[in-house]
């Protein structure tokens, strides 16, 4: 959510007020809003998973429609208050929460004119994204910073290593296509790129699988690889924690001896003594 | 076990002597105590195991019933034994480790009213919890302490992730179930999200597997992001770790003002500045 | 690519120009032949791919021969060109990326006198490969050095790892054979050592499964140990990778005696003691 | 092998020098023997293995049987020089590389009287226990001592870890068996926990797959908590890694400024250039 979404400096108080409960998650209002707001999303997402069952949808299908009506009604009224809250609602409207904010509503209008358009309320789980903003909540802050942080470090190291992967699925792809052939059902490269992605993930669904010997030596050798691959990432991510760790505690420097790597609750330098 | 629980200063000594044995896992007779326990717990278990397959249920049946009620009687005669060794044996009863100690024997009692009840028996696994108060003996201290040192301070961030993944699987489920639809067994949403879990966490049973091309892409992407994602719960507990291994060490004591958790390589108290 | 093949001093230019665009990554110009040509590849590998689909091939088989000639005759131009670009064309022609380069057309030919041949056109997927040229660009550079550094470092305990791994597979495997028997699909000790692979490696396709009560007590340790087991090589390389972290940044040789592979707090040459 | 194992001072020279080869790993012709050992025993294990596929066996039995013999013969050589270059060749005869010696030329002679025994040939596996000798030669020394610190220091944390295990997969798998049930493929608990264990191993084959929409909840919980569990090995063997490769390393100080932390190839001190 960008920061510049204000009511403006001239904006009544009401507005501000009305704002401060919709948009901000750090005053206790806001934050209560938004806590209601994503026990609403998350009720409406299940009401949608439950109406997805025949069993569930023939035994309660006009309980379930009216439900859904009532949840449309409320992000209807959420989505109005969020516009008239803002300055600029046309800029926010066209922003990512806006938008997906208007896909959560839209599809229950739309099936008025269109039948069946309601399946499209499964993207009301995109508004689960919002779970993001409430983890922004004060205790959580300093945890999701150091993912952040590991996670966009190791950025570059993972886009290499995914690169690797590709080439090496393509390659183990076709070669496997070569060596198992239709008949064992592997009937075509982009199937079997889709195998050696399931072996070397280790997922191992079994709907396809090596028949024979030449194939099932060369499977072996995807696993074992895989099992080896599987070790890059974690160690990426865990040495860009590590550094990421150190790097967010307090790194103050004792003023008498120098030394550094003070916790973050020490008032004393662990070395001298000396008030830091 | 909470240490609140004993027999008092004023309880006779065939008490104090009796709650030493059950109760306590320091003194010599206390262990022993606790290592029979734990065997006799595993022992029965494995009977229940074992009368649940059918073959062997059919071929030893009276003999298994007959040992059920040995370990029955063992245990009901340790209940009351722990019962009549504390000064409040009803705040014991109403504890965890009291409940799961009645459970253990209840269901053999209720089946002679209640044809079936010894199914319940299986409950009588939940007094291998046990085995950590057995654990918590002197060898195994320091290394339980570093994993739940360990596994506290990541509590937060598994939560975080925790949190991303639950939104994530929401998504790809109810993102799978438009595109497979049911005629390729993702039959409803919840069943969808089962099968994101399933693929997510690599188990891959292949009971629901994608059959559409999009699908198959789609699938591939979602292992592809699990196999990254598996990196990042491995990446925190490592480094917790090594963090609390670092800071296990040393336990002494500030001799001023008496805080405790200074670090390995300090030599003056973080707090007051005294030296160690 | 060796750095030995350059077109020699005595060169006209146009032949200097033509190999600093088709061998050079670093000028702009060589650089923009080498993402053109990966979009070239990655396009030729995907009508390759998508040829191999029974439904297009049958629909637009054609369209997709015309396409392949194409491409054919683009890589011919581009095989040709790097010939003359060089001094000593028949060194590159049969070093890795030659042979590679000459793989990827020669099929197409070939299919004119022996139908079929142009299967072999799934080679061109080698050429792949040459993304790790291009990863070698400014900004990847760093990244990819320390991903190097940690594995080849890695490299000797990955190999006692794999040796221990392989004899663990072809005990596990024959015990195996030997447990289940050939009624339960268990046919060969071959069989069963893939299949102990795959389960080894969590990949668990689910084509083979013990079916015995002994075979799945054997089957349960060879997953309890191949949970423990991958966590082996992972440790390896995350401590490789923090390791080759802290070691990658100075390259700096030294002024005196030009050795190099100093750490990135090193004040003096660690060979000769020269201040560096 | 035990150290204590030698043809004692007063033997005849030829002993002596046997004994080195067949013994020893360090001299030139020992090592020689153990890998021209190693190779016979890998091919005598591939014979093994490939005898057992029917269509192998079929085509090709008697030559199989010639070879085996050959094999036998070799190793039964081999068996008595070892005890000849001994002093006191009962006590290797009993120790585990004897007893596995011994354990991989038996079957063949026992099949002379009992047909079938020679499927025992597949204990000739074992010898490939051998491999770690091998290893034992200078190169992967150092690697292999890392490995075996960091495994020996994570044995308790592992072991305790492991408990935790066992209960949970107890619990959860009696669980599941009241869950399931036996309509559905969980027909007994230990049928139940060998579920659990392929599940939290993420290994999941498939052969049983909960069915009940409780069950793939449950089932769920057990996957993500599998996830989760997986972390905290690979945790512990790292942590352990790092803290043994710190301790292996050269920790030789400068005699000049006490600094610490030299790579094991330096001649010099990196920080003041003082001669190591």
Known sequence: MPRVLHPGPEAPGWRRRLHEVVFEADTPAGRRFDLLLLLLILASV??????????????????????????????????????????????????????????????????????????????????????????????????????????????RKILVFLGAILVLVLLLGSLMYLVEGEANGFVSIPTSIYWAIVTLTTVGYGDLAPQTAVGRILASLIMLMGYGILAVPTGIVTSELMSARSKIPTTQACPDCGAEGHDADARHCKYCGQRL
Do not use: M, N
């Open 46 to 155: 299940g009401v949608v998973a439950a109406e997805s069952v025949p069993e569930l949808r023939a035994a309660h299908g006009p309980l379930f429609r009216k439900v859904e009506w009532l949840f449309t009604g409320l992000f209807t009224v959420e989505y109005v208050l969020r516009l008239v809250s803002l300055r600029r609602p046309a800029r926010w409207a066209r922003s990512l929460f806006g938008v997906v904010d208007l896909l959560a509503v839209l599809p229950t209008y739309l099936a008025l004119f269109l039948p069946g358009a309601q399946t499209l309320l499964v993207l009301r789980a995109l508004r689960l994204l919002r779970i993001f903003r409430v983890l922004k909540l004060a205790e959580f802050l300093a945890e999701a910073a150091v993912l952040r942080t590991a996670l966009v470090a190791s950025r």
